[in-house]
């Protein structure tokens, strides 16, 4: 059997690392199964080994492949013919250490966690107590990205400059304005991923009720792509035209300006061509002066104007669906 070539696949940094090893090592991985030919976890074990500490050079080993996950990901590989495997980097949980002025939703931008999941891994602590030189628990990375990524398509949404860019093998696909959440609800900075898709979903506020009760607070969303959760099954996510209970659209179908109630809000029919492009699983970096870009696509954005991306001129305003 010839041996696949190996490729690790960190999301966060989008970064790909290829491991070599030799037929004669691969062969002396390999069993027969039922199904077919598997993987000896004893003989493969060392090779993950020293995957991880290649992956980590300083020696915190942060970062990881997952021995059951790679395994099953190989054996797959195996008995497909595949002639390239992908295997996921993972990255272990690590402790925060408190600095002075910090508060648990700064500390959750910061990072890119949302602070929902900070305060599962931190039972019974008190957050309006807190003290320089302190430790706190950090869940991994990881747990905003439940999905296998989709390595060839990445979302870059820059929240101060109110721009996104969809990029698909590294090269440009789309770049236009967008506009995110309000100050008093803002969209999280952080690495997510699509993780459902709805062509017209619903959400509410307290903001948009009216006095007479009635439909309170509800609006329609359109092409609705949820990316992260801000409580359990509250989830903030990529739209297009917001249909007010009112009649009017949120922002009046405008973009480029925070309008929104977390979300990510794009002209209505751009949000459909990202709707149809974008797969559950593919990579969302949304950056800000907080949360600065991990990948080099993010740098990218992070640096140059959203004319550098579209090279034209960009309206403001489009369609919108029929009230």
């Given at each position: 059997t010839k041996s696949p070539r190996l490729v690790g696949y960190d999301p966060f940094l989008n970064q790909s690392v290829r491991g070599a090893t030799s037929p004669a090592e691969f062969a002396s991985w390999l069993e027969v199964e039922a199904n077919g030919l598997g993987l000896r976890a004893d003989a493969y074990a060392p090779f993950l080994d020293a995957q991880t500490r290649s992956l980590n050079p300083d020696g915190t080993e942060v970062r990881y492949l997952d021995p059951l996950r790679s395994k099953d990901v190989l054996r797959e590989a195996i008995n497909t013919g595949a002639s390239e495997v992908t295997m996921r980097i993972q990255y272990r949980p690590q402790q925060y250490t408190i600095q002075a002025g910090d508060a648990g939703f700064r500390i959750s931008r910061r990072m890119g966690?949302?602070?929902?999941?900070?305060?599962?891994?931190n039972p019974n602590r008190n957050w309006d107590q807190?003290?320089?030189?302190e430790t706190i628990n950090l869940p991994p990375p990881d747990i905003t990205l439940p999905l296998d990524p989709v390595p060839t398509k990445r979302i870059v949404v820059n929240l101060n400059e109110q721009f996104m860019v969809a990029f698909e093998n590294n090269q440009v696909r789309y770049a236009w304005l967008i506009s995110s959440g309000l100050e008093e609800y803002p969209t999280s900075p952080?690495?997510?991923?699509?993780?459902?898709?709805?062509?017209?979903?619903?959400?509410?506020?307290?903001?948009?009720?009216?006095?007479?009760?009635?439909n309170c607070g509800q609006w329609e969303m359109y092409?609705?792509?949820?990316m992260y959760e801000v409580a359990g099954g509250v989830m903030n996510g990529f739209h297009g035209a917001v249909l007010l209970p009112n009649?009017?659209?949120?922002g009046?179908?405008?973009?480029?300006?925070?309008?929104?109630?977390?979300?990510?809000?794009?002209?209505?029919?751009?949000?459909e061509t990202l709707f149809n492009w974008a797969e559950e699983g593919v990579i969302v970096e949304v950056i800000s002066n907080e949360y600065l870009p991990k990948s080099d696509l993010g740098q990218l954005v992070w640096t140059q104007p959203l004319s550098a991306f579209q090279g034209q001129s960009v309206a403001t305003t489009g369609s919108v669906p029929a009230a």
């Open positions: 966690i949302p602070f929902f999941n900070i305060q599962q891994a807190m003290f320089p030189g952080g690495t997510y991923q699509i993780l459902s898709k709805e062509e017209v979903a619903r959400g509410s506020s307290f903001t948009l009720c009216n006095e007479g009760g009635g092409w609705f792509m949820g009649g009017a659209y949120l009046g179908g405008n973009v480029g300006a925070p309008y929104t109630f977390g979300c990510v809000m794009s002209v209505n029919d751009q949000a």
